[in-house]
């Protein structure tokens, strides 16, 4: 008896995914419910990244997510502690510190605190295009704007990305890379192992590992994450 039980704790203990030090959560660009939200934290999904700020070229009245207000608010009666945002900007509409403000005084005017900001950098692939296709510098140079008005704000940055992304939209740039790097790689395995460097990151701090998940009848992509939160 005891050596089944034994066998049976050695069999579930090589099989438990070996994550010591990572977390699940997920990302969401929709409005999602106080119940949705339980039945994710239900499902160990201890941290939440919500879209706040849409990439709307030609319509400059759109930029905050009509849904974002209502969704940390939700995720936090919910449970959720760890709640960041992310950023999608719009280069081609220019005044990057005003896009950043903007997002700063609606979280300060909603929540009234401001919390960990992603930077979303990625490209269609087909037109609508968001950033420049033919000049990195100029791409470059919204980027480091965004980051030095989110700088300027107290705000801990993140940078979303891939290395396809970064690398086609910045070039060889790494001013992103003392930010912590969550990359896409839509492998579905909440793995790190397929990770290698670019953009100067020598090591991610989250995996954007399945996107449109469907769970709690609600679409989500899932995240592993090997940061502690940092805020
Ligand atoms: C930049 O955006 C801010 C906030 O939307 C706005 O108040 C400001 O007038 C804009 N500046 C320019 C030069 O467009
Ligand atoms: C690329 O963008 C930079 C910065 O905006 C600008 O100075 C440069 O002239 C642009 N280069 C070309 C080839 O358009
Ligand atoms: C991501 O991968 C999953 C599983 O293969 C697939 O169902 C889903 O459509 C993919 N999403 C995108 C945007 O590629």
Request: aromatic content about 16%.
């Amino acid at each position: 008896m005891i050596v089944k039980t034994l066998l049976f704790l050695c069999i579930v203990l090589t099989t438990l995914p070996k994550s010591s030090g990572t977390s699940f959560g997920i990302d969401v660009s929709t409005k999602i419910s106080v119940e949705e939200f339980k039945c994710l934290l239900n499902n160990n999904f201890i941290s939440v990244t919500i879209r706040c700020f849409e990439s709307t070229y030609g319509n400059p009245s759109g930029f905050i997510d009509p849904n974002c207000g209502n969704s940390i608010y939700n995720a936090w009666i919910a449970g959720f502690t760890w709640i960041d945002v992310y950023m999608f900007p719009c280069p081609k509409c220019g005044n990057a510190t005003g896009q950043v403000n903007t997002l700063v005084k609606y979280l300060s005017d909603t929540f009234g605190y401001t919390t960990m900001v992603w930077v979303d950098v990625e490209e269609n692939y087909k037109p609508p295009y968001y950033w420049s296709k033919t000049n990195t510098t100029k791409n470059v140079e919204f980027f480091s704007e965004i980051i030095n008005a989110l700088e300027d704000n107290d705000i801990t940055i993140g940078v979303y990305t891939s290395k396809y992304q970064w690398t086609s939209i910045m070039g060889k740039y790494t001013g992103g890379s003392p930010y912590p790097l969550w990359y896409n790689h839509n492998d579905t395995k909440p793995s790190f192992d397929d990770f290698t460097p670019f953009g100067g990151w020598t090591s991610p701090a989250s995996k954007q590992y399945f996107l449109q998940y469907s769970i709690c009848n609600v679409g989500v992509d899932l995240d592993i994450k090997l940061l502690a939160k940092p805020h």
